[in-house]
């Protein structure tokens, strides 16, 4: 079910930040189920869900870094990253990380830049054959 999400925000979201090859290449991340698995198993996973319907996630791994951070098409701005975000924050805040980081797409810098967290670096990745940008991104905790 949350590979359905990954894969429905990858094409309707982000359709104006990044071509067809270079989101089918991203979807593509759902073939590695181990790396699914190990996710689920050690991550600390927050999944928010509207009326019965999965409507986001997001995940902590190694209480500071925001691995997985996905809402659903149905649920854009209706606060939904907003309350995942939140208690990702509030985790790391609990198990003492002095910072969060994240590797983010064009489409959410926006929304983590409102988090509070700034550029450190951009990269262009070679995935599955074409090249993705995206940001290194960091805030620091108080």
């Known amino acids: 079910m949350m590979q359905n999400l990954y894969i429905e925000t990858i094409d309707y979201t982000c359709a104006s930040d990044y071509d067809r090859d270079q989101r ?10 181990e790396r ?54 509030a985790r790391a805040i609990e198990l003492g990380s002095m910072s969060l980081t994240s590797d983010v797409s064009k489409t959410a810098r926006p929304f983590f830049e409102k988090q509070g967290f700034r550029v450190v670096s951009e990269n262009t990745n070679w995935v599955h054959d074409v090249w993705i940008t995206n940001f290194k991104m960091r805030k620091e905790l108080h």
């Open 24 to 33: 089918n290449a991203w979807k593509r991340g759902t073939e590695n189920q």
């Open 36 to 89: 699914w698995t190990a996710a689920i198993q050690t991550q600390y996973f927050i999944v928010a869900e509207v009326d019965g319907n999965l409507a986001g996630f997001g995940s902590l791994e190694n209480g500071s870094y925001i691995d997985f951070m996905y809402t659903s098409k149905n649920y854009l701005r209706q606060g939904v990253a907003q309350i995942i975000y939140g208690q990702l924050e």
